[in-house]
């Protein structure tokens, strides 16, 4: 139950706890003893992707990470994976371990959600655009969970995989808009050899699924060498590829700005896309420099 103190063990040199006031006493005691704090927030089910983020935190001289594993259910949609979603707890762990991790804090839903709470971060209107519009409501718990888990470990810096670059952006909001005293690291995606970008979600794809899934990947190198020929050309080079694999569902094809407004007729900007392999929902975006045409 919320908090009751709950044990805390140690297997190697990591640490997990399951107590939200527990962690914060060992992260402000850290804090205290000239620590720096690192957070790299997931949801379980680690892969490589997450281990890079793990990397790039203990990079950082004089600090400690935690990695917090907690399926939230609040940026799930009635419809959606919450019950089947991945849970591979020990592996988790034992990933953590590799990658020299000191923390893991793992709640319980009623740690992060006791009876009453009523409490939601309003996303704005991005949140109801791109994967928003697709799934009604998510960015409001991604948001209220992400303030959740600052709160609780208070880092200095928190790091998060640019794949999920709609949530990074917003995350990047929120810590401006609200004042909060962290920073935000958005760390680049990490791919199969084939282009697919590394999903938790992936394991769910079938042999046929996961063939068309590349066009994803391919769809965005498309349209990063459209670039020079104006945003325009970027989103039919990139739709062209995808038309090509009828096994893919497509939610959605967009350039943006980096700031996920307006497409841009000049400069930099990100193509987003979203569709489904089978009843899988994958995204994945790239960095697209946009020339005018002349």
């Known amino acids: 139950m919320a908090g009751r103190a709950r044990p805390r063990y140690a297997k190697d040199a990591l640490t997990v706890h399951t107590d939200p006031t527990g962690l ?103 949140g109801d655009e791109l994967e928003g519009r697709v799934r009604p409501g998510h960015f409001a718990g991604m948001l209220t969970v992400v303030n959740k888990l600052f709160a609780i470990v208070v880092p200095d810096v928190a790091f998060f995989g640019e794949k999920d670059y709609q949530q990074l952006t917003l995350i990047r909001r929120m810590v401006r808009d609200l004042d909060i005293d962290v920073h935000v690291v958005g760390v680049p995606t990490v791919r199969e050899e084939d282009g697919l970008a590394r999903s938790s979600r992936n394991v769910y794809l079938d042999d046929d699924a996961r063939r068309a899934a590349v066009a994803i990947s391919a769809a965005l190198s498309a349209g990063q060498y459209a670039g020079e020929q104006g945003p325009a050309a970027v989103l039919e080079a990139a739709r062209a590829v995808l038309d090509a694999e009828p096994a893919l569902d497509v939610d959605y094809v967009e350039l943006r700005d980096p700031d996920l407004g307006p497409t841009p007729e000049i400069g930099p900007a990100r193509l987003l896309i979203a569709a489904r392999a089978g009843t899988t929902h994958l995204i994945d975006n790239a960095a697209v420099s946009v020339v005018r045409r002349v």
């Open 24 to 126: 914060r006493r060992v992260t402000k005691a850290l804090r205290g003893a000239g620590r720096r704090v690192n957070l790299v927030p997931t949801m379980g089910a680690l892969h490589d992707g997450h281990r890079e983020l793990m990397r790039r935190a203990r990079g950082i001289p004089g600090s400690t990470t935690v990695v917090s594993i907690f399926v939230n259910p609040r940026q799930f949609g009635p419809e959606e994976d919450f019950d089947r979603y991945p849970r591979a707890f020990e592996a988790d762990l034992e990933m953590c371990r590799e990658e020299g991790v000191e923390l893991v804090f793992a709640p319980d839903v009623e740690d992060m959600y006791p009876p009453g709470f009523a409490t939601s971060i309003d996303p704005g209107p991005l």
